[in-house]
């Protein structure tokens, strides 16, 4: 690159860097955003179910019924509330005050160690099948291992039909936070990153800057590098303070590198900045340019990166969609930096899938920012 290139590509530099120090909706978007949303999402969004409102009926009590049921009182998960009848029970559930019920029948002591016998009646609310699952889960743990210290202390023999060992991986306190924050900072990030470039850009176009701009002797390549590098450092020092909160805040386990964390969040960050400045080709209207980014980045992002829903649980054509989403690859990465450490398997073919879709969408901002301005 020749001295008059350099010079210009500095000039643009500086000028994009005042620009974003004299307008605080770049700093908004950068910084004040991917905290507020992470507040927001981590603190609102968990899939696990606590708390969960538990109807008890208990139609004979007694010493084996109050044994049973205590382990309900000092559980986490639930709130035992006592009724009289099943059909309150039923009653308070369509009602949606409670979430399951336990009833044990009159003749539960006399049953409970027969087999083929059914001294338990439990019925939940299937409308929240996480909490379902929850509830059918734990019951199936308390009852196991309350049976086997029953017979235990009452010196009858008592054969479990399975005994399971749980060893869990990677999330030990089996706590959603940790497996969605990391998630949740490629979400947030993806929307940060195509907003930073798509509604600037617009921005200028409606200014009238951009006219002014394009009449220099500045080249395509350098109009785009000048918009690319400052947003680009906007959006990591975004990225820091989101990793910052999630590992501050949250709690949650950064187990891996952080150099290979900034440095896979860097072509990240190239790859969502780039689908800005392809935005920013369509619409030159700030409002138009956000509503894209939103329809093209976030959602596809929430929906399609396994964030939230297992991607090998959707139909073959979606699957086939979701590998050309940036931030599938990110999320990824993430869970695996945080929560599992430096996992190159996973880190490096999900690392080169976003460098090629980082330069497929800058191609692309070259090419039709070249046909536009002829």
């Known amino acids: 690159m020749n001295a ?17 120090l004299r307008d605080p909706s770049s700093i908004a978007i950068a910084f004040v955003m991917p905290v507020a949303l992470l507040l927001l999402i981590g603190y609102g969004l968990s899939l696990d179910a606590k708390n969960v409102p538990l109807a008890l009926v ?71 099948a996480n909490n379902a699952r929850i509830i059918e889960g734990y019951l199936q743990q308390v009852w196991a291992g309350w049976l086997a210290s029953y017979a235990a202390a009452q010196g009858i023999s008592f054969a479990a039909p399975l005994t399971v060992d749980f060893r869990v991986w990677f999330n030990p306190a089996v706590e959603s936070t940790d497996f969605l924050a990391p998630g949740l900072i490629a979400l947030i990030m993806t929307l940060t990153g195509a907003l930073l470039t798509a509604m ?18 500045a080249t395509i390549s350098e109009i785009i590098v000048s918009k ?31 150099w290979l964390l900034m440095a896979a969040s860097a072509v990240f960050m190239l790859s969502a900045l780039g689908m800005g ?55 990824t990465i993430l869970q695996s930096l945080f929560l599992a450490g430096n996992v190159w398997p996973v880190v490096l073919p999900n690392v080169a899938a976003l460098a090629l879709i980082a330069a497929i969408f800058i191609a692309m901002a070259l090419r039709l920012a070249r046909k536009s301005l002829e």
Request: net charge positive; charged share 15%.
């Open 228 to 258: 690319l590098a400052p947003y680009f450092a906007l959006g990591m020092g975004g990225m820091a303070l989101s990793v910052a909160v999630t590992t501050w805040l949250f709690n949650v386990p950064l187990r891996g590198s952080i």
């Open 277 to 331: 400045l392809v935005i920013s080709t369509f619409s030159k209207n700030q409002f138009a340019a956000g509503q894209i980014a939103i329809t093209v980045a976030y959602m596809p992002a929430f929906m399609l990166s396994g964030f939230v829903f297992d991607i090998a649980s959707m139909p073959a054509p979606i699957r086939v969609i979701t590998y050309a989403v940036g931030a599938r690859y990110f999320v």
């Open 58 to 128: 208990i139609e004979n009590p007694n010493a084996d019924t109050a044994s049973f049921t205590a382990g309900f009182f000092q559980s986490p998960y639930f709130i035992p509330v006592r009724f009289g009848a099943v059909q309150d029970a039923e009653a308070a559930m369509r009602e949606r005050k409670v979430g399951g019920i336990i009833w044990l029948r009159s003749n539960f002591t006399r049953q409970m160690l027969s087999a083929g016998a059914a001294p338990i009646g439990v019925i939940v609310n299937g409308a929240d």
């Open 200 to 217: 600037v850009v617009a921005r200028e176009w409606e200014r009238g800057t951009m006219e002014a701009l394009l009449v220099t002797p």
């Open 4 to 20: 008059p290139r350099i010079m210009r590509l500095l000039g643009l530099l500086r000028k994009e860097s005042l620009q974003i």
